[in-house]
């Protein structure tokens, strides 16, 4: 069992830079895949970012492909998502996922999830 806790979200200015962070608790990080996923209002819970176990690979969706990157300390057992160049399309409510392997994008695919973190972007 894994306990995750996200924190750093926040209210920034269109082109403005966050970087939430997502803590775990019970198990250490680096023996699993890691995983950010967003949920705006009226919307479905979509894939933001992912890097599988031991940092072997890393995957993007394509709207924040070249803005957004995840990564992890495995000392302090924290994932991190560095967001640039944010815009108001960006605004959501973020979650932090882990699972003991890749399997994939869908929420299907993850087995830990934490209570999110709200991210707004103004314009």
């Known amino acids: 069992q894994v306990q995750l806790v996200e924190s750093g979200g926040g209210l920034v200015q269109t082109g403005g830079s966050l970087r939430p962070s997502c803590a775990a608790s019970?198990?250490?990080?680096?023996?699993?895949?890691m995983a950010w996923f967003r949920q705006a209002p009226g919307s479905e819970r979509e894939f933001v970012a992912a890097?599988?176990?031991?940092?072997?690979?890393?995957y993007y969706a394509n709207s924040v492909k070249g803005r957004f990157t995840i990564s992890r300390d495995n000392a302090k057992n924290t994932v991190y998502l560095q967001m640039n160049s944010l815009r108001p399309e960006d605004t959501a409510v973020y979650y932090c996922?882990?699972?003991?392997?890749?399997?994939?994008?869908?929420?299907?695919?993850?087995?830990?999830w934490g209570q999110g973190t709200q991210v707004t972007v103004s314009s």
């Open positions: 996922a882990a699972g003991t392997t890749y399997r994939g994008s869908t929420n299907y695919d993850w087995d830990y």
């Open positions: 019970g198990r250490t990080l680096s023996s699993f895949a």
């Open positions: 890097k599988t176990r031991y940092n072997s690979r890393t």
